[in-house]
């Protein structure tokens, strides 16, 4: 079992609709989460982070977390053509170093007008 | 400021040979960060430096990777007897001590490895 794993893609979703980016970890004790946004060719950007369970958002972004479900998801709301990139999950696990992330394999969106 | 930079941005090497990759993180940022993407894949981490603490190099997929990084800014990831699997983009990213955990990347280093 991989330890970071993302729903299988690519995602193809009309302008405007509600993106949903889901991904699981294995790693009980895991303490951060993130979600990273990749054009093609680019290096990835953060766009979320989040530590406790519950929701977060940022403008049309929401990072949900469940940690009893080992489960973290990104919505994106009314979505755009500028938002088709690939959507990397990263974890850090408990008791490793901060800089010592995993990533899922990415989800490709594609958003079409 | 720059943001993080790396050279050379391709390299296409032979099969057997030794290659040096260079990363300059963001001014003032202590953590630095290597990683490498294969096609299609998500990022693998390789190694991490935190300030003068020893790095973490549990990401280090073999001995024939190293990589140092001298007075505390600009570091080299080097790859020894160069191995076809080892074709990959290499990135680097590098955080802020008040932010340790909001990694910035570079462009990455495309390896073909011929």
């Known amino acids: 079992q991989k330890e970071v794993e993302q729903n299988s893609g690519p995602l193809s979703v009309p302008e405007g609709a509600i993106a949903s980016l889901n991904c699981t970890y294995s790693?009980?004790?895991?303490?951060?989460f993130f979600w990273y946004r990749q054009y093609s060719g680019k290096s990835p950007e953060l766009i979320m982070s989040?530590?406790?369970?519950g929701d977060k958002e940022d403008g049309r972004f929401t990072a949900q977390l469940n940690k009893a479900s080992q489960y973290v998801s990104l919505l994106i709301r009314d979505s755009q053509p500028s938002d088709s990139a690939t959507y990397l999950c990263?974890?850090?696990?408990?008791?490793?170093?901060?800089?010592?992330?995993?990533f899922g394999q990415g989800t490709i969106l594609t958003v079409h007008p | 400021g720059a943001g993080v930079s790396q050279s050379p941005s391709n390299k296409v090497t032979e099969k057997g040979k030794d290659v040096e990759l260079r990363c300059d993180p963001i001014?003032?940022?202590?953590?630095l960060y290597w990683y490498r993407q294969s096609l299609g894949q998500g990022l693998e981490f390789l190694i991490y430096?935190?300030?003068?603490?020893?790095?973490?190099k549990s990401g280090l997929p073999s001995d024939r990777f190293s990589a140092e990084r001298t007075g505390g800014s600009v570091s080299t990831l080097t790859i020894q007897r160069t191995q076809q699997e080892d074709s990959a983009v290499y990135l680097c990213?590098?955080?802020?001590?008040?932010?340790?955990?909001?990694?910035?990347f570079g462009p990455g280093t495309r390896l073909l490895v011929l």
């Open positions: 990213a590098s955080s802020s001590p008040r932010t340790i955990e909001t990694q910035y």
């Open positions: 790693d009980r004790v895991s303490q951060s």
């Open positions: 989040i530590y406790s369970n």
């Open positions: 990263a974890v850090r696990a408990g008791g490793t170093s901060y800089g010592k992330l995993t």
């Open positions: 001014s003032g940022h202590t953590a």
């Open positions: 430096f935190q300030g003068n603490s020893a790095p973490d």
